[in-house]
Every structure is written in C-alpha cells, then in structure tokens.
C-alpha cells in the first residue's frame, strides 16, 4: 500500500460575521476537509485556522508563511482546504507567487474534494483558472450587494455598523425598529440653545457637556430631525493617501441618487427647528468667512509673489497679536533656513506698497487695449522663439530620408535582415508621423487664441478687478492672470503671464467662464 501523505488543513474566515454565516463558515469548512482528508486517505498533520485574514491579505500571513516553508522543506506533501479562494483571492499578479512553492515542491492543493497535483503542470494553469474565476465572481456579487445595500437604505433599514449612527440613535436589526435612548437629550438641548439664540457653538459644547468638535457635526446631521439620508457615496477607483493607505474617495452622489427616508417618528427635534438651525448655521459661517476676508492682512499675492532680486516666492507674514496692521512680504532666501544665512539680502516689502503696486498696475495697465497688444505680442515671440529651437534638427525631413537610405545600402550589402529592415523602417516611420502630428498641433495652437477677442476679455477682467469686494476673488483673478509678479523696494521689476493665456486653445474659453464668473461677485 502507497504511504499516507502529510497535509496540513488550512481554515479561514475573514470576518467574524463569516464565522456565524453557513457557507464560508467555519464548520462548513472544517467538514469538507474532514471529508477530503478520509476519502483521499491522507494523514492530517495539523489544521490551521485564519480568523479576521481577508482573502488578499493571505500572502503576507505569518503562518501561511510557516506553512509554505513546510512544503519547501517537504515535510509536508500539500494543503487541504474547503475552497481555493479560502486559500488566496488574488488582487494584483504577483499574489500568484503564492504558488511557486507548490511548483517547485511538486506539492498538492485539495480543494473542495478536487485535487491539484503540481507535478503535472495543468495543475498550475487550472489553479490560476479556478482562481481567476472565483475573483471574477466576488466582483460580481459585490456589485450586486451594492444594490442591495441601497435597497435596503430605501427601505428604511440600517445595513451598517451601530459605529455609523450619531449620539443617542439606536437601531435593532431583528426588529427593523429605530429609537433613540438617553445619550440624545444633550444633542436635544444643544439644538433647543441655539435655537434660542446662543449661537456660539464652544459655548452650546461647554453647557451640554459634548466635545466643541463633535458638536459642529451633531447640529448638521438630519437623522435629528427623523430623516435618514445617505447624500456621499465612494468614488470606484481607490487612490493610496499620504500614509500609504488604499482608500475610496467620498464623494456626493448626484441628486437622483440621493436617498431621504423618514425613520423616527416622531422626530426627536421637529422639522422647523432643525430647519431653522441649519439656517443659523449657514449664515454665521458666512459671517465668519466675511469677517476672515476683510482682515486687511488677507495674503493678496499668494504664490504669485516673487523676489525680484533673486526670483524666489516671497512669503507674507503678520503680527498675529495685532491682526490689524497690514504685515509685509519677504523673501523665503532672506532668513536662515537650516543653520545656514539666506542667500538673498533683499529687505522686507510692506504690503500695503506691494497690494497697491499690483492693483494699479492691474486698473491702469490691463486697462490698455495698446499695452495689452504689445505685451502679449511679445510673450509670444519670446515662446515661440523658446520652442522653435530643440525642433530644428528633428523636423527637417532630411535626416529621415539619410537614416531610410543608410538602412537600404545596409540590406543590399548583407549587413542586416528583412525583418531588421522591415522593423526598423516602421520604427523610423512611427517617429516621422509623430513629429508631423506634433508640428500640427503647435500650428493649431497658435493660430487659435483669437488675440483681439482675448485682449478685450482682459480688458474687462481688469475692469472688474477694481469693483470686486471679496479679496478672495482679487487673489483668483491674479491668478488667472499670472504665473508669477516680481517685485523690489515696493515696486513691480518684471511679471509672467499665464502661459496658457499666451498659447493655450483653451485659454480663451476659460477665460470667457471666469469673466462670467468675475461680472457676478463685483
Ligand atoms: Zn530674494
């Protein structure tokens, strides 16, 4: 008789509520490897059991680690587990490098009572083919569930964690029943304030006893006022953040798909004072942003300001104790940085000299149709003859025609191949077509900004300038207009326009909805 082999069994469950669930659960798993473990006639050297490990973290577990050095040192013949899937699911290519020990041990997979023998290489193409399709599956359940997740909203169940509701709102699941319990009444009372006229959100914190922070969202969330409403929902594509997490952005969901459905009744806070408090909170944040842009120390330059003696930004900076004095821009190579004396000597610019320097030049300059002509004019010479130069060498069509030609001699004279030919040919072709294509576009662009049109478009805008209130609005329009203003001793020494302005296709109607945009706020 055959000797028994050695297998390990492998158990997972990636969240605690598979354990509970029938399918992936773990005494369903457990009783098919029991099954294959008899049927096979195999002898079980030890079952190891994932709890909380999802399917595309399995490669970097410790003890699939320990059970992979196993099969290498070939004190295990293979692995019994209930489905391939319980074994990886695999997320990006190289998750299939899982199996490479497999191969190269000759070691077997049971899965599911099927067996999977690496000593044939069908195994390895069947393995990736169950694997594929298994993955292709889940995607396909999650984009159902995901609808019947949204069913579920609609009808006024809660198919979340109790993490996800607000202070003082509870939710039984048996009874589909929402209710509300003691930890309401200060969220109550925090409304009750604010609706009769403390408006000061630290205070309303302070007096009922919940964190300022938490408090700012309390008094926005509508299940308050008895209305459930699920308004965001995550962009498809994930994006990694600063800190290396995977993450899918919170979006809002277009209106159509914004669900509202009443789930206390009665409300805890009725309908017109949650209504009304919204509206207290609106404005007092208009308020606030008012009163933030008149400060007169509003940085006006932003990111537009530089040095004019060694064209490097020029940061602002105030006396935060005495918010009204204007405070200055200096250069960012002026002071030491890291231990090291500035390289720049240039002094401190007041700000007031250098706001007043940029909107005079922006109302008496930009004004001028003539001026305007003049300087866009030479912006474009001055592009144009940037662009014109690295090209020369590379668009005159000779050089194709010599490359073609040596080519050919070197086929006639044996040197190289059809096919080398052939190849090379093509190759020479693709960058002829691309170059053509480039030197198109260049032509498309140029001719595109009708330069009277945009003249009389930065007329206007500068016009504007002078009559818009809100600072904000000034510092877009500075923007829009320039990529950099350089200045020294209170005085404009040169600027840079937009390039887009100069020869973006674009640019023109762009420009054409921000004017519209300017015309409304001035
Ligand atoms: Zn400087």
Redesign the pocket.
Known sequence: MKEKRNVVGLVRVSTDDQARDDRGGLPRQMEVIEKTIAAQNLNCVEIVTLKGVSGTEVRGNREIQRILKMIEARTIDGVVVADLDRLMRPAAGQDYALLDPFIDAKAVIFANGQEFDFRSPAANLMVKLFLGFAEFERTLIVNRSRGAVRQLCLSGRHPFGMRQLPRGVVYDRASNTWSTDDRIIPVVEAFRLMDTGTTNIAEIARRVGVHERAMHNLLRNPLYSGWRVYATGREPKKVVSRYGRAYKRKVPLPPEEVIRVQVLNPPPVSQERFDRVQMILANSNKAWKAERDDRPAYNLLRSVAR?G??D?RLYFSQDRRRPNIMGYYF?S??YYKKGKKGT?G?ANQSKAELDGATLGFITDVLTKPQVLRAILAHSKAVAEANRAQPELKETDPATFEVRKKRLKDGFEAGVISMLDLKERLAKIQLEEEAIRRVAQNQAKSLAAPDLEELIRMVVEGAHLFENLKDPSWKLRVIKRLFAGIYYENGQITKFKLQPSLIHDSVCEMNLRRDLDSWRRQA
Do not use: E, K, L
Request: positive net charge; contains cysteine; hydrophobic residues 10%.
């Open positions: 040095c003696r060694c490097c250069c190579q002026h720049c240039a």
